[in-house]
């Protein structure tokens, strides 16, 4: 096997994307908390969003296998969603 510095340095990155990740899944909860709604810093801006979606259940889907049953196996999930962007595209 050889050895590769660009498999390190895909490694680091993906190590580094894990860590942002998690930092902003942290910011994204404390934003939630405050509720619906606008909120600025200064240089950026955030719009915290909460709505339906609603969703098809696969394996429900593969239990009647007949499209007539489709709509029977739709489910509606409530989402919570943070929108973050540059203050002066705002």
């Known amino acids: 096997m050889r050895t590769l510095k660009i498999v ?9 994307i894990a860590e942002l990740e998690a930092t902003a899944r942290k910011l994204k909860a404390k934003l939630i908390e405050r509720g619906v709604g606008d909120y600025q810093g200064a240089q950026f ?6 709505y339906d979606r609603e969703n098809i259940s696969a394996p429900l889907v593969r239990q009647f ?3 007539d049953f489709v709509a029977r196996v739709t489910t509606v999930q409530h989402i919570k969603a943070v929108v973050v962007k540059p203050l002066e595209a705002v």
Do not use: H, K, S, T
């Open 45 to 50: 801006v955030a719009e915290v969003q909460e």
């Open 8 to 16: 390190d340095e895909l490694g680091a990155v993906n190590q580094a």
């Open 65 to 67: 296998a007949d499209e």
